[in-house]
């Protein structure tokens, strides 16, 4: 049951709502440390130009101090708690990105098995989809120009596709598949 209260809020809607919340919250925290920051620097200044017109009390200016400090150490603590939801953040970005990177190896090795090819046409298959050019491959391989078109062109003919562009696109395209939200694909 979806007891999302906007059924078409998917998860882009979703993070543009939290990236706009975490903006609020380091605005609000950049204000309470500056506000804080702007009473000790005017009341140090002020003092030592002599500019204060009238004297506050010792108990109201203790007050100010205090909820300045307070202000400073609530700033402290919510930058820490930024700081902290970033790092764990930036935690899953890696591992997602450890985990496509794992897929696509998967969804390689998967599409390699089906063509049924050699070794070598994998070393240059590979290579291919990597964006090395045909001399480059044939450097790393050890082989002549020749040898590696001859690899590649049998690349195509069981892939089915006319070029590496279309290589590539088959690759992005068994990847995308599940990115798709539905009725999409």
């Known amino acids: 049951m979806n ?72 700033g402290l603590v919510l930058g820490a708690m930024a700081l902290r939801r970033t790092m764990q953040r930036s935690a899953r970005a890696h591992e997602q990105l450890r985990l496509a990177r794992g897929a696509f190896l998967d969804v390689i090795e998967e599409r390699f098995t089906a063509w049924a090819l050699t070794p070598a046409e994998r070393d240059v298959a590979l290579f291919s989809i990597k964006g090395l050019s045909t001399a480059e491959i044939a450097a790393l391989r050890n082989t002549s120009e020749g040898t590696v078109k001859a690899q590649t062109n049998a690349i195509y003919r069981k892939a089915g596709v006319s070029g590496r562009p279309q290589l590539l696109s088959l690759f992005i395209d068994d990847l995308m598949d599940d990115a798709l939200p539905p009725g999409k694909g």
């Open 3 to 74: 007891r999302d209260p906007h059924p078409a809020a998917g998860p882009g809607r979703r993070r543009g709502r939290k990236a706009m919340t975490d903006r609020i919250f380091i605005a609000a925290v950049w204000l309470v440390q500056a506000l804080c920051a702007v009473f000790f620097v005017s009341d140090i200044f002020l003092t030592v130009v002599g500019a204060r017109s009238t004297p506050l009390s010792w108990q109201t200016r203790e007050l100010l101090e205090i909820g300045a400090a307070l202000g400073l150490i609530l």
